[in-house]
């Protein structure tokens, strides 16, 4: 079962006007903007303060009609250091939809011989809810000189003071426009913005079919570790194998600049298989716990790759910048409406390479740190 693959692409001019972007970074484009996610929902439990947006996955279904419509939203916390704690206290996963009949959406310009040209537009008298002027998140405060300007928070009310808005607040005439300096301190609140675009994973050609198989243990790392080591590290390997991570890396290299592996096919009821990065540190039954609004077992829906990481500007010199191996997103199997309450929060495991298997022996031997390896993963070639 093939997994779909997420590419990160620069932003065009047609992605302005887009309203389901997949999308890395920016703010959140919401689907229902009449109904921004509040900030409380997504507060770092480490730092306190509201996490901002990783990705956004356009993933609609036809089953219910409620999903007819269906955007997935990952949240992280923008420090770095939060992200030494579990996922469960830096990371949040959201999932929004609508109907094809709905108040926010309507049709445009159907070609009537093409039923499949279908634009969306925002309806006539929709009115998108104030957001924060930093993260996009619901902006229901507002600064007290000027009550302009919006924000999710008290903290990003005083991030934005200290960025320009001392200088640009003017009490009740009219505010100054932002200064370049002050936009460019904004933009770096949140991460650079990409494109997602996605494409079938190839089918495994016939000298590749042991890949796929049950039996990686077969695999001789010493086959695969064709980077040069010294006698002691091929020592090493030979005794510590991680199959699973073997695997990862036979698979990743295939198509190395994939930043998103997503499970599900529209037409069929299967779904891919999680790639792990690891045999340890897989999530369990009781991580995967059922769905809070509907009571549905939830499934593996896509992960997010290492590879991810290079898009984020994050300085990766930084021991205390963000990382993962992998990030597993899991969702409620159902779909079921998120009407009543807007977003339903779904399940995110991180999964870090092995901290004693091959990995890290194949890491330090190629790049000195495994650091360096999730940040340089693309330049692989083995
Ligand atoms: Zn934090
Ligand atoms: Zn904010
Ligand atoms: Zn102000
Ligand atoms: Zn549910």
Same mark, same amino acid.
């Given at each position: 079962m093939a997994a779909t693959l997420g590419y990160a692409e620069p932003i065009d001019s047609e992605f302005e006007d887009d309203p389901f972007p997949s999308k890395v970074g920016g703010k959140p484009r919401w689907l229902d903007p009449t109904c921004p996610l509040e900030a409380d929902r997504v507060i770092? =439990?480490?730092?306190?303060k509201p996490m901002v947006l990783l990705m956004q996955l356009s993933a609609p279904e036809d089953d219910p009609p409620e999903a007819f419509h269906r955007m997935l939203y990952v949240f992280i916390c923008?420090?770095?250091?939060?992200?030494?704690? &579990?996922a469960k206290r830096c990371m949040r996963v959201f999932r929004s939809q609508l109907p094809e009949e709905n108040a926010v959406y309507m049709e445009n310009n159907i070609d009537a011989a093409n039923e499949n040209d279908v634009e969306w537009v925002m309806a006539e008298g929709v009115v998108r809810a104030p957001v924060c002027v930093v993260c996009g998140l619901s902006g229901n405060k507002a600064c007290s000189k000027c009550h302009k300007r919006r924000y999710c928070s008290r903290s990003h009310q005083i991030a934005d003071w200290d960025a320009g808005h001392k200088a640009q607040c003017c009490g009740d005439v009219p505010m100054k426009p932002e200064s370049a300096e002050h936009h460019r301190k904004l933009q770096r609140m949140v991460y650079p913005e990409h494109i997602i675009v996605s494409e079938e994973e190839p089918a495994c050609g016939e000298s590749d079919e042991? =890949? $796929? &198989?049950? $039996?990686?243990? *077969?695999? *001789?790392p010493e086959s695969l570790a064709v980077v040069p080591v010294t006698n002691e590290r091929v020592e090493d390997s030979e005794v510590e194998v991680d199959p699973a991570f073997m695997k990862f890396q036979k698979r990743i290299q295939k198509n190395p600049d994939q930043i998103l592996r997503y499970a599900r096919t529209p037409e069929s009821n299967e779904t891919a298989e999680p790639l792990f990065v690891s045999d340890s540190d897989q999530p369990k039954a009781d991580d995967i716990s059922k769905c809070a609004n509907c009571g549905a077992t939830r499934e593996f829906e896509f992960q997010v790759m290492p590879?991810?990481?290079?898009?984020?500007?994050?300085?990766?010199?930084?021991? *205390?910048s963000i990382d993962w191996g992998t990030l597993l997103v899991y969702t409620c199997s159902r779909n079921c409406?998120?009407?009543?309450?807007g977003y339903i929060e779904e399940i995110v495991c991180r999964q870090q390479f092995s901290s004693h298997g091959i990995g890290q022996k194949y890491m330090r031997a190629y790049y000195g740190d495994e650091t360096a390896f999730t940040k340089q993963f693309d330049s692989l070639d083995i």
């Open positions: 770092c =439990d480490e730092c306190s923008h420090n770095g250091i939060c992200h030494k704690a &579990g042991d =890949d $796929d &198989g049950e $039996d990686t243990e *077969n695999i *001789n590879q991810m990481i290079n898009y984020l500007s994050i300085d990766s010199v930084d021991p *205390n409406s998120s009407s009543s309450t």
